[in-house]
């Protein structure tokens, strides 16, 4: 008895460290990306009745404005809305999707442009994730696996904070916009290119 109980708290510490080190190690050219994610990543925060907080991606810079794009279901009814440090003047939604751009005060330091696809993903493909849930960094990848007529599927896991941040292709660019997920499985669903794309060319 006691010498399975050895075995098993062996295999049990062998399993913990693997998972911790697949969580913080990341190949070189992953990690890269992941730090090029960082720069076009931004965290929303709204107060009113109550707080949220979600994600977004810096789609354009004007002379005087940023314009973010994320979910419109971030939006609420929030009576004061930040991008980082910087404070949203101006909102404008999709009418039949889950997306809004944000037009946010002045240029964000330390951030800079993402470039939005021109393919959408395939199944099978690897998509990839940064957002700022609790204003930490939270990366994830996954395959794109299902999709119907409105989403997208993905094998990762989202958790609060996440909503809004952007999905990305191996290139780093924009190919989506995630919506939600579910609580006790990794699986993530997002607002796919061709909704992002078609919302974009309506403003």
């Not at 696996?145 to 997208?152: K, V």
Request: aromatic share 12%; net charge negative.
């Amino acid at each position: 008895m006691k010498r399975f109980l050895v075995i098993a708290t062996i295999l049990f510490l062998s399993f913990t460290t693997v998972s911790y080190a697949y969580e913080t190690y990341l190949p070189q050219k992953e990690e890269s990306l992941v730090q090029y994610l960082e720069t076009i990543t931004v965290s929303i925060m709204s107060s009113g009745r109550g707080t949220g907080i979600c994600s977004g991606t810096i789609i354009r810079e004007g002379f005087d404005t940023t314009y973010v794009l994320t979910a419109k279901h971030c939006i609420g009814v929030a009576e004061d809305m930040r991008v980082e440090n910087n404070k949203v003047k101006l909102i404008v939604t999709s009418a039949t999707d889950d997306i809004a751009l944000l037009y946010v005060e002045g240029i964000i330091p330390g951030k800079s442009v993402a470039t939005i696809g021109s393919i959408g993903l395939k199944v099978g493909e690897i998509a990839y994730h940064v957002s700022y849930p609790n204003f930490e960094r939270y990366y994830r990848s996954g395959a794109m696996f299902r999709y119907n007529h409105d989403w997208e599927f993905l094998r990762f896991k989202a958790i609060g904070g996440c909503s809004g941040g952007g999905i990305f292709n191996a290139d780093g660019e924009v190919v989506g916009v995630l919506w939600g997920g579910f609580n006790y499985n990794p699986i993530t669903i997002i607002e796919p290119l061709a909704d992002v794309i078609n919302f974009l060319e309506t403003i």
